[in-house]
């Protein structure tokens, strides 16, 4: 069965930094382009980052630009969410998100199909 695992979601204080993972089980990440998003409550879920099959080319939402690096680490099948000088309101559940993806194609995607659990991330002091 495919999956995404996600771990290292917790509570941060405002500045602090974590570090998200998103685990492959049951297929190769790196056929694969892979993005991260969040809700938080009373809130539509919102695109944050991917990195396409391609090259690793990484997008970002202009929120977290120069404060989250996306990356992925094939050998250890997990693509990781970086994230540093966390604020109040990157308060949310953190989701990765799987695409297959031709290998060329430096693009995000526009729909995924396959997502992790979700793991929350608290930043509050």
């Known amino acids: 069965q495919l999956q995404l695992v996600q771990s290292g979601g917790g509570l941060v204080q405002p500045g602090g930094s974590l570090r998200l993972s998103c685990a492959a089980a049951?297929?190769?990440?790196?056929?694969?382009?892979i993005g991260w998003f969040r809700q938080a409550p009373g809130k539509e879920r919102e695109w944050v980052s991917c990195i396409s099959r391609g090259n690793g080319r990484t997008y970002y939402t202009d929120s977290v630009k120069g404060r989250f690096t996306i990356s992925r680490d094939n050998d250890m099948n997990t693509v990781y969410l970086q994230m540093n000088s966390l604020r109040p309101e990157d308060t949310a559940v953190y989701y990765c998100?799987?695409?297959?993806?031709?290998?060329?194609?430096?693009?995000?995607?526009?729909?995924?199909?396959?997502w992790g659990p979700g793991t929350q991330v608290t930043v509050s002091s």
């Open positions: 998100a799987s695409k297959a993806a031709r290998l060329y194609d430096t693009n995000c995607p526009t729909t995924y199909d396959y």
């Open positions: 049951g297929f190769a990440l790196d056929g694969y382009a």
